[in-house]
């Protein structure tokens, strides 16, 4: 008889690293997933508000203003982008998504008055016509870019990297290849599509300032350009992006979500959200172009608490990739039996690189994908998206601020060490900050 | 009595003059029905002729720096001179002749058109590309088509090494020597559609296809997946 109780397990040959390495051995590759890091990593939970009481006022929920618009590319564009909200939806392209999540994403961006973005598949008619706001992403593969769809862009985001992957290229396996998607980025259908991680056409910072310039000569400075990048040396990056001539930068942390990648890059590469804005927003200082330049911060942001700190934290505005998913259905308990087909389970899927998506999010499996109707994936984004930005204003007012922008550091402590060092804020409830 | 015909022609002296402002003239002329427009003193500056999506033809007399003509479509260019990196980039459509020698990247992510280059490319001929024909009647550089998606390449002299690594679709043709091929690059046998294409695309440039001993490099096909036995393993692969 086994006594589950006592069984001992190696802390380094852990259940998973077992599976892991044996899984290896099957495939004779790495191993590749969607979501990003599953690791601990320092997090906005680990910050709390210090609210108003007798040395400030709250201000009335319901009653007394607080402020929500959002300017982005203020620095050269002639149009910037004007938002309702300071929450934005991340690039994740058609291929990695439905044609159903695409589309919804981007009516529920235009039903609360925010962008969203494109992704590494080019811009897709339908989704063009349902995003009043919509970012154009100019990726390594330039799957499906072109001057026609450039000129009905909002705004142009530079890809060099994402927090799930810095350094790494785009994977989408063949069973997402569909004619559609082959199509879109000129590849043969079926192909385990893996992607450049570098540009085609510039190499360091000095090419990418004129690569900027080409950019807005193709679209007459009109609209603003974004520089995406995955947190890495983050206060170098940030400052060269600025040099280049960025408008908005837009960083991304290693919590933040893809649809594939090898589960080596999310574990193990990178820096959190966390430590990332607040290294953007000193390199933005020091340059003094905080404020001129927008930051834009992903990775991991999944309620109110969240975005309100990282604008405290000095962020103009944020994106939001996986949650937006989860809103749709993600990781939902329904159609188990489909989950359990993919080895997983509602609340444990991590499978998008697979496009067996149980719940029709990201697949291009033309039953799945019935799964999540426009009408109704659009209903829960924008439900979702104007819940948190309740709570960010709620915080906001309970902070005395008429306008969630004028959010601050001062309004935030920390409740961790590594919180305290990583955000530079002092532990709650003494004058210390770590480091 | 026929009408004498009127040369719908102007010129751009671009000393003097930012690149914005040589653009924005340029896409006014052309707005204006304007058919031909040249660019004196063009002083290597970076990205003129961007983003051009009339019918336009411009001619640029003297050399010009990266992204000479890129993401544009329809436009017919020709560069009296040399250029830099990624001439014609994204080019959709229409034509570019480079009178000279291209940089790094010449041609990189077209996806349809033209662009002839008289002299040599640099490294990266070619890379991404998607579409349309790409010529070098010179040599080429390290890593040319590299990750080369669809269209043709033409080099009449020598190409570097890495020649074609991990192309998908499309073919690339070569006159002279290959210093090597990359990964899942293979020579193909020559077929007469093959001739009948160079000779109409090299005739119209004024060189003599039959000078060259020409082979056609295409994809051996054996990246495009993944070496798993079969789907199940990769539904497992998380
Ligand atoms: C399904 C999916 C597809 C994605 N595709 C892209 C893409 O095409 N281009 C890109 O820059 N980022 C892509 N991303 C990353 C997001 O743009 C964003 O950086 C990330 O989702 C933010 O973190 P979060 O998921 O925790 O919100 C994708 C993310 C997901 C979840
Ligand atoms: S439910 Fe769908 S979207 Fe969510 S993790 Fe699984 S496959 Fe990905």
């Not at chain 1, 990726?139 to 927090?163: C, H, M, T, W």
Request: charged content about 20%.
């Amino acid at each position: 008889m086994v006594d589950k109780q006592t069984l001992e397990t190696s802390s380094t040959y852990t259940p998973q690293t077992i599976k892991a390495i044996q899984q290896r051995a099957e495939l004779g590759r790495y191993l590749i997933r969607g979501y990003g890091a599953f690791r601990n990593v320092p997090r906005f939970d680990d910050l709390v508000f210090l609210t108003a009481s007798l040395t400030r006022f709250p201000l009335e929920g319901y009653r007394e203003k607080c402020l929500t618009k959002t300017v982005l590319g203020t620095r050269y564009a002639k149009r910037p982008v004007e938002l309702e909200i300071p929450i934005t939806i991340a690039g994740m392209s058609f291929g990695a998504l439905s044609h159903n999540a695409k589309v919804s994403l981007g009516r529920a961006a235009t039903l609360v008055g925010t962008s969203t973005t494109t992704g590494d598949g080019g811009m897709l008619p339908a989704e063009r016509e349902a995003s009043a706001k919509l970012v154009y992403q100019c990726l390594p593969s330039r799957y499906g870019f072109n001057v026609r769809d450039l000129k009905q862009a909002d705004a142009i985001e530079i890809v060099v990297g994402q927090g799930a992957k810095p350094g790494g290229g785009g994977l989408l396996l063949g069973q997402k290849v569909s004619k559609v998607v082959a199509g879109m980025r000129t590849l043969p259908e079926g192909i385990d599509q893996r992607s450049p991680c570098r540009h085609p056409d510039w190499v360091g910072a000095d090419d990418l300032k004129i690569k900027i310039e080409e950019l807005r000569e193709a679209t007459d400075w009109q609209i603003p350009i974004y520089v995406k990048m995955g947190a890495t040396r983050v206060k170098d990056d940030v400052k060269l992006a600025v040099k280049a001539g960025a408008d908005v930068v837009v960083l991304d942390g290693m919590e933040g979500g893809t649809a594939a990648t090898q589960s080596i890059f999310q574990e193990n590469t990178g820096i959190p959200t966390l430590p990332a804005l607040v290294q953007a927003v000193e390199a933005l200082k020091e340059l003094n172009v905080y404020g001129k330049v927008q930051l834009v911060i992903s990775g991991g942001i999944r309620t109110g608490p969240d975005v309100a700190k990282a604008l405290a934290l000095g962020a103009d505005a944020v994106s939001l990739g996986t949650a937006t998913l989860i809103a749709m259905g993600c990781n939902k308990p329904v159609y188990l039996e489909d989950y359990h087909k993919l080895g997983t389970e509602p609340y444990h899927c991590h499978h998008c690189h697979t496009g067996m998506c149980p719940v029709g999010i990201t697949t291009q499996d033309e039953e799945l994908m019935q799964r999540l109707p426009v009408e109704q994936g659009t209903t829960l984004v924008a439900n979702y998206l104007q819940s948190i930005m309740m709570e960010v204003q709620s915080l906001a007012r309970a902070c005395g601020k008429s306008d969630v922008h004028n959010l601050e550091r001062e309004d935030l402590v920390a409740m961790t060490l590594e919180a305290s060092a990583m955000a530079k804020l002092p532990l709650a409830g003494t004058d210390f900050v770590m480091g | 009595m026929q009408q004498p015909t009127v040369l719908k022609e102007t010129v751009i002296d671009c000393e003097g003059l930012s690149t914005q402002e040589i653009n924005q003239r340029v896409k006014a002329l052309a707005a204006e029905g304007i058919e031909r427009v040249k660019l004196l003193n063009p002083a290597g500056k970076h990205n003129l002729a961007v983003g051009i999506v009339e019918p336009i033809e411009i001619e640029i007399i003297g050399s010009a720096g990266y992204y000479c003509g890129g993401l544009s479509s329809g436009l017919n260019l020709e560069v009296l001179g040399n250029c830099s990196w990624s001439l014609g980039e994204n080019l959709m459509d229409g034509q570019i002749i480079v009178r000279g020698n291209a940089s790094a990247n010449a041609g990189a992510t077209a996806s349809g058109g033209r662009i002839s280059i008289l002299g040599n490319a640099g490294a990266r001929a070619g890379i991404s590309l998607k579409g349309g024909t790409l010529i070098v009647a010179g040599n080429v550089g390290y890593g040319s088509a590299f990750m080369m998606q669809q269209g043709r390449i033409v080099i009449c002299g020598d190409a570097g090494d890495n020649l074609a690594d991990s192309i998908y679709e499309g073919a690339i043709y070569v006159g002279g020597n290959i210093a090597s091929l990359g990964a899942d690059a293979k020579l193909e046998p020559m077929t007469a559609q093959d001739w009948q294409f160079l000779e109409t695309e090299l005739n119209s440039l004024e060189i003599n296809f039959a000078e060259y001993d020409f082979k056609k490099i295409v994809s051996a096909k054996e990246l495009h997946h993944f070496k798993a036995q079969d789907w199940f393993k990769f539904k497992d692969a998380y």
